[in-house]
């Protein structure tokens, strides 16, 4: 299969600390288009890529982030916990992986840190309590402590291209090969 690849520092768009996919022309509005973004969301040696197969032909764009790939965006309550990635993925809350991370709640899941959204946090909120300097997820029973991490030196930089992208998703649009 021939393959289109586009490196992340030729893609025309990223993804910013809330999850949210931007351009040189501000933040997506297409819930489609949004949609469609984060369910194509892959990972390989050379780092998060979104991707498509069209007319035969493989379109793979490398692309920056502000600070992680992978989000929460919903907390299913039912039997169990589940908590629903922006890739479509759905995982059983474990309580041990979450810590938190200048204000912002966190679970690991292999090597994958993944970022509550705000909504996800809203959601969860009422599990979480305060206890003396600990924030601690109580589950009906047993309770948790959430070990805060410290913030990171790391800098995060971005080169924002000023070509403008359209909503289609073919590569001319997604990035400069």
């Known amino acids: 299969m021939k393959e289109i690849i586009i490196k992340k520092e030729n893609a025309v768009f990223w993804l910013d600390k809330s999850g949210c996919w931007r351009n040189s022309g501000g933040k997506f509005r297409k819930k ?43 907390v299913l309550f039912n039997d169990d916990i589940l ?6 993925e759905k995982l059983p809350l474990d309580p041990e992986s979450l810590y938190v991370k200048d204000d912002n709640l966190y679970l690991t899941h292999g090597h994958e840190r993944i970022k509550f959204s705000e909504r996800a946090l809203m959601q969860i909120s009422s599990m979480l309590k305060e206890d003396g300097d600990h924030l601690v997820i109580d589950l009906n029973g047993p309770r948790f402590y959430i070990p805060e991490k410290q913030a990171s030196s790391e800098s995060w930089a971005l080169t924002i291209v000023s070509t403008n992208v359209g909503e289609g998703f073919t590569p001319s649009r997604f990035g400069r090969g």
């Open 83 to 88: 908590l629903a990635l922006n890739t479509g």
């Open 32 to 74: 489609k288009i949004i949609d469609l973004f984060h369910h194509s969301i892959g990972k390989d040696d050379h780092g998060y890529f979104v991707s498509q197969t069209r007319d035969g032909v493989l379109e793979k764009v490398y692309f920056p982030y502000e600070d992680t790939a992978l989000f929460v965006f919903a």
